[in-house]
């Protein structure tokens, strides 16, 4: 039973492209958070998500940033126009709805 | 004021020490207390969970003060291998959808 799949493991960007980082969660857990780590700071919340629909997305900046959990397929987080400041590590954690979550490895954006 | 506040240390202890880490959270209606463990900015991992009677788990003791609003966690006899960063995570008791919030996190270093 393979964990929380993100990938990809690490992806560069030139400012003002588009990133788009994926998160398969553990079979059988139907809720998804995305977090983002900024350089010598804590994992902050951005979203979470069931399947087609978007729960919580609090965390979320305003402009660039989108979330979706289609009904077939990874959830995908979107970041458009990226700026040096996106550059961070994004977890993704899955759930079945209680409080077991399993987080996969992380995608570290970098923008140069 | 942030909603979970961990010292960010870092802690230098030498192995066999005894080390205690404190975190305070600031929602009060706050459910679910938590110890994650990072590894050099991998994924968080779950340690344990924290109860109000407190609870052990081999060398790790973690306790739980409803009234202070204060979560501590106890580390005894120290290893090489205890060397990460733990970070402390409350689930936010003001919404249902089970977002886990992480204070900054607080490292350990553990020199032989």
């Known amino acids: 039973n393979a964990g929380v799949m993100q990938n990809p493991r690490h992806l560069v960007r030139r400012r003002g492209q588009e990133a788009r980082l994926r998160c398969s969660p553990m079979?059988?857990?139907?809720?998804v958070y995305w977090y983002r780590q900024l350089p010598e700071e804590g994992l902050k919340f951005m979203v979470y998500?069931?399947?087609?629909?978007?729960?919580?997305e609090s965390g979320m900046p305003k402009e660039r940033f989108s979330a979706e959990f289609p009904k077939e397929g990874p959830s995908i987080l979107r970041i458009q126009q990226v700026v040096r400041g996106d550059s961070a590590a994004y977890f993704c954690a899955s759930s079945a709805g209680g409080a077991g979550y399993t987080f996969g490895s992380g995608t570290r954006l970098t923008v140069v | 004021r942030k909603e979970v506040e961990q010292d960010p240390g870092p802690f230098n202890v030498p192995e066999g020490a005894t080390v205690a880490f404190n975190c305070t959270y600031s929602?009060?209606?706050?459910?679910?207390f938590f110890w994650y463990r990072q590894d050099c900015r991998k994924e968080p991992k779950l340690l344990m969970s924290?109860?109000?009677s407190g609870n052990e788990d081999g060398r790790f003791t973690a306790q739980l003060n409803r009234a202070s609003q204060y979560i501590s966690l106890l580390i005894r006899d120290s290893k090489l291998s205890d060397s990460a960063t733990y970070l402390c995570?409350?689930?936010?008791?003001?919404?249902?959808?089970?977002?886990?919030?992480f204070g900054q996190g607080t490292t350990l270093q553990v020199k032989p």
């Open positions: 929602n009060s209606a706050s459910q679910s």
């Open positions: 995570v409350v689930i936010s008791g003001s919404s249902n959808t089970g977002k886990l919030i």
């Open positions: 924290v109860y109000s």
């Open positions: 079979k059988g857990h139907s809720h």
């Open positions: 998500l069931q399947k087609e629909n978007i729960i919580d």
